[in-house]
């Protein structure tokens, strides 16, 4: 059964920061994993997706990197600032499966 | 309203009550999934529907009964719930499914169960 732990749960940093947010999964056969967003009282946004053939992905501050033989993937945020400031998740897709398993996020506050 | 919504955003409820959930999205989409969020667990997929058919039934107990009457609306009927089953509850659309790569999540439902 995949497992998927994120760490570290909870993080407070100072605006300007670079942040790592680590995802580690147990089952390396996988079809993609994907980082998603959640604010509170609001549902998930979905920020990067890496398909397993993929190494890294990038969209304006974030990096998302997958070594799928160590069973990890992490988050950058370069030059963190208070609007980051929300709970990231990681979601992992086997395949052969359409369900996916998530971690159980990681609360990062960002303070000015 | 544009995007995914849901309602009620907040409910209460007894064990012996029957409540539903409802969801819309208005994106024009073709697949709807029920999530759970729970204090206790991390989030869990519960249901897919893919052009008003269920595809994924994720060992979900029968007190929660989903329905889909058409691609736009996704309710989620609840019975003789119990208080672990007081979570958040998410909906979320694809343009189709079951996709997981480009869903649109909604604001979800917390529900507490006494």
């Known amino acids: 059964k995949q497992e998927v732990t994120q760490i570290p749960a909870a993080l407070s940093v100072p605006e300007g920061e670079n942040l790592v947010l680590n995802c580690s999964f147990t089952?390396?056969?996988?079809?993609?994993l994907q980082w998603f967003r959640q604010d509170p009282g609001k549902g998930l946004t979905s920020l990067l997706l890496?398909?397993?053939?993929?190494r890294e992905q990038t969209s304006g501050r974030l990096n998302a990197s997958l070594d799928k033989s160590s069973g990890r993937s992490t988050l950058y945020i370069a030059a963190s600032q208070p609007g980051d400031s929300a709970t990231y998740l990681c979601?992992?897709?086997?395949?052969?499966?359409?369900?996916?398993?998530f971690g159980r996020g990681t609360s990062l506050i960002v303070h000015p | 309203e544009t995007g995914v919504t849901q309602t009620p955003r907040h409910l209460v409820m007894g064990m012996t009550n029957k409540k539903s959930l409802k969801c819309e999205q208005h994106?024009?989409?073709?697949?709807m999934y029920w999530y759970k969020q729970s204090a206790k667990k991390p989030l869990e997929l519960m249901f897919v529907?893919?052009?008003?058919?269920?595809?994924e039934n994720n060992s979900v107990p029968s007190r929660f009964s989903p329905e889909c009457p058409n691609s736009s609306h996704l309710f989620l009927h609840l019975h003789t719930l119990q208080p672990e089953d007081s979570a958040l509850y998410l909906c979320?659309?694809?343009?189709?499914?079951?996709?997981?790569?480009?869903?649109?999540f909604g604001p979800g439902t917390r529900l507490t169960v006494l």
């Open positions: 979320a659309s694809s343009p189709r499914g079951p996709s997981y790569n480009e869903q649109f």
């Open positions: 089952d390396s056969a996988i079809y993609n």
């Open positions: 890496i398909q397993s053939s993929q």
């Open positions: 979601a992992v897709r086997p395949g052969g499966s359409y369900i996916p398993t």
């Open positions: 994106l024009g989409h073709n697949a």
């Open positions: 529907y893919n052009f008003k058919e269920q595809t």
